[in-house]
């Protein structure tokens, strides 16, 4: 995938690209970075690259001509023009996993009190990291970029993407590295038990208990089991239902008291 960034700022990038998973799905030539700072393109005699907005108003407005200009240089046909804006429509999973398969995706990043609205046509689409003002698009590039590039095949492991926060609705379940006892917390038994499909089940009810607690917006359209309801019903009412006293006690005794 080759993802270009059109910035005031390329310079906010370099860490980013340099660390960490990012890094290694360069080195592997999963991902290619180009960094095109629109300034570069300005013909204002100054190099100015914004200016007040006509009308009036607070602030300085980035100038159709060097953002266009930019972007007619560096893409092509097969290029997926994507402007970071507040206008756009809100960056979820769903929006990552269809990003992930384009082959070529270009990022414009704003700045100041905005983008000379006539830019708007050239691009796909728009797209917002959610209801909140940044100081310029660079973050968002950065933080849709990461979501993207550990879809790709091979950036990391696929096991990790397996029951991921937002892939089918639900938030992730709780997750525990020794020692047995935290300050007074203990990892449940059951983990040690051996018992993967009690185990699997557990943790299915914690998507469940985890996400309608703290993201009831997204446990109300989530689509509810019969197996689902049982399992809530009984953790509401304080059960321990068979299958879980089972696994504890049929389970593999290796916990670290």
């Known amino acids: 995938m080759k993802i270009t960034i059109l910035t005031l700022f390329p310079d906010m990038f370099t860490g980013f690209t340099s660390q960490s998973i990012i890094k290694r799905a360069i080195d592997k030539g999963l991902v290619s970075f180009y960094m095109v700072n629109i300034r570069d393109y300005t013909t204002d005699r100054y190099g100015r690259v914004d200016t007040p907005p006509i009308g009036g108003g607070a602030g300085l407005v980035m100038k159709a001509q060097p953002f266009v ?17 507040p206008t756009g429509k809100p ?56 979501a993207i590039i550990r879809l790709i095949p091979g950036a990391i492991e696929t096991t990790s993407l397996d029951l991921e926060s937002f892939d ?26 051996g018992h993967h499909e009690a185990i699997n089940k557990w943790r299915h009810l914690m998507r469940l208990v985890t996400t309608r607690e703290l993201r009831p917006d997204l446990f ?23 299958w879980l006293l089972e696994a504890i006690n049929n389970g593999h005794k290796f916990m670290k008291e």
């Open 91 to 146: 960056f979820t999973q769903t929006e990552a996993h269809r990003l992930s398969n384009k082959d070529e995706l270009l990022f414009a990043c704003g700045h100041y009190e905005g983008i000379d609205a006539r830019v708007e046509p050239y691009f796909d689409e728009q797209i917002s990291l959610g209801d909140f003002i940044l100081t310029g698009g660079e973050l968002g590039a950065m933080v849709i970029s990461d």
């Open 220 to 242: 109300a359209k989530y689509k509810l089991t019969k197996q689902d309801k049982k399992l809530l019903d009984d953790h509401d009412a304080g059960i321990h239902p068979k």
């Open 69 to 85: 200009s930019a972007l007619n240089a560096v893409s092509s046909e097969h290029t997926h023009k994507v402007l970071l804006a």
């Open 168 to 193: 089918d609705g639900l938030l992730e379940y709780p997750q525990y590295t020794e020692p047995y006892e935290f300050e007074g917390e203990k990892v449940p038994s059951l983990l040690y038990s």
